[in-house]
């Protein structure tokens, strides 16, 4: 009898430890990404409503990117590649030196006017050549290099903005 239950319970203990392997094994996600406005209204002294001289100092937008990796990824570097209002783009990269953590990367006052704001983002985690994660804006779209062999010259064809777009 004694035995019949140390036999039960000691199956039981299997099953958990088993389901607990499984659910300690699933894929989570290295890389996050999420942009935001920036103006007063980010302010903590503007929520709870105290004085403070810098509520109407700034405007502007950022990419937050957040990630966590085994440490046997490290060093690693993410790519961020920013499409902007007025159609330019560029790409940013930062190096990762630590398994966990987030970076943010900001376009403020003239440059925020000047750029109009960020449309869309692509962001790729990586290590040396190995790619890790990536995370797409859900406007993203890659370039189209068309190549004009009587000129010898390459144009990149950017899709037009979702405003444009027809559903």
């Known amino acids: 009898m004694i035995r019949q239950v140390f036999k039960k319970k000691l199956l039981l203990i299997g099953a958990c430890m088993l389901c607990l392997n499984f659910t300690a094994c699933q894929h989570r996600k290295a890389l996050s990404v ?3 406005y920036l103006d007063a209204n980010y302010l903590a002294s503007k929520r709870i409503e105290t004085p403070d001289p810098c509520q109407g100092c700034f405007v502007g937008q950022q990419v937050v990117i957040s990630w966590h990796i085994p440490s046997r990824c490290l060093p690693a570097e993410i790519d961020l590649w920013v499409r902007y209002g007025n159609r330019c783009f560029t790409k940013v990269t930062h190096t990762v030196c630590e398994p966990a953590g987030f970076w943010a990367y900001r376009v403020m006052n003239e440059d925020f006017w000047n750029l ?7 962001a790729t985690l990586r290590q040396g050549d190995r790619e890790i994660d990536q995370w797409n804006h859900h406007l993203w779209a890659d370039l189209v290099e068309v190549i004009d062999e009587s000129k010898d010259q390459i144009s990149l064809l950017i899709p037009p903005p979702a405003s444009t777009l027809d559903f």
């Open 116 to 122: 109009k704001g960020i449309v869309a983002y692509s």
């Open 34 to 36: 999420r942009s935001e």
